[in-house]
């Protein structure tokens, strides 16, 4: 059983037998055949059945959250990131890579964002909230909740009759802070994940360092970070072309606060008819597309999504160029990536090096036992 290798999801075909009547978020035991206690965790009702808590005894579920989260905050202390002026934005909890799986909270200055992916995190979304504001060194003012669309499903559980709670979206918020000494605004209710995409400050920070003099465009630009990293390592004019025109809106704000004087145009536009339209006059392209693979049936399409944008990217990138281009999919591995970018090169007809292999920002750690957790990988490319 993956749980006795410390896996902490427990799908639903592995279980034998419930006893009891078990609601959706309640803490429970996952026991042995013969037995014997292989740890807690919240229960679930879809198929991953438990996420696993702990691999042992749980007799106090606030003491132990408070652990937990406390150890996640000791780590990014570690990292540098706790009380750090110039990075006022990152991730403090990240599931799964914290022992705390279906939990996630992102720090935007004194704004906590808590992103809850199962229904047991939402049921402790108070003690999470006094967790935090008794941190003194986090500084956090303001905690907002944030549920996702799966947890509105009715309640599968045995007996249950009530109907689903319907959550109202609230009004867009804006708040700001600090990321490598550059300002940014996130809106941490009517943006995507929690507001901002912090899994890729690090990569951001290779942009910046390949930007010098470079005429880059950023597709799929959401906001704009790498647009601002770009001119951040000196690019001589960047193009940020986006589907979404709130987050284009954001995007030229994000510009603005920091290099207002530099040149740069934004475009609400499909990136894949933009890239089949664009002239070879860039030099530098970012890809960072939303995962095209959400579930397990969608991998081939998502492969097929992959090697189309990217074989558009390296068709029409200037000679000496440099490609970043990313996957969020989780679904799919760096080598079917790899697979797929190999093939938008063949088809491309471009000899492409591979100069980096990028990941996921230190704060978006990976339990070990979890290798689903690597999610973000991609690649910075070469071209010739």
Known sequence: MSVRRRHPWVFSGAIADRQGTLSRGCLVEVRSKDGALLGCGHWGTKSIAVRMLSFGPVEDEALLLKQKIGAAVEFRRALGLVANPQTTGYRLVHGEGDELPGLVIDLYGDTAVVQSHSHGMWRLRTTIEDILRADAQLNVKQVVFRRVESQLEADETEGAAKEPEVLVPEPSQVVSFQESGLRFLADVTGGQKTGFFL??????????????????????????????????????????????????????????????????????????????????????????????????????????????????????????????????????????????????????????????????????????????????????????
């Open 199 to 384: 899994d890729q400050r690090v990569n951001r920070a290779k942009v910046r360092d390949y930007a010098a003099g470079k005429n880059v465009l950023n597709a799929f630009c959401y906001t704009g970070a790498f647009s601002v990293y770009a001119f951040a390592g000196g690019a001589e004019s960047v193009v940020s072309v986006d589907a979404s025109k709130p987050a284009i809106d954001l995007c030229r704000q994000n510009v603005v606060a920091n290099f207002a004087s530099k040149q740069h145009h934004s475009e609400v536009a499909d990136c894949f008819s933009y890239l089949g339209q664009i002239p070879d006059t860039f030099d530098m392209i970012v890809l960072d597309p939303p995962a095209f693979a959400k579930h397990q049936r969608a991998v081939q399409r998502g492969l097929r999504g992959y090697e189309t944008i990217n074989s558009l990217a390296l068709k029409r990138i200037k000679r000496g160029g440099f490609l970043f281009t990313f996957s969020c999919s989780q679904l799919v591995a760096r080598e079917l990536f790899r697979d797929a970018v190999m093939r938008a090169a063949a088809q491309a007809g471009r000899s492409v090096r591979i100069v980096e292999m990028l990941h996921q920002a230190p704060c978006h750690p990976s339990n070990i036992y979890h290798p689903e957790g690597e999610y973000l990988k991609g690649f910075i490319l070469y071209v010739e």
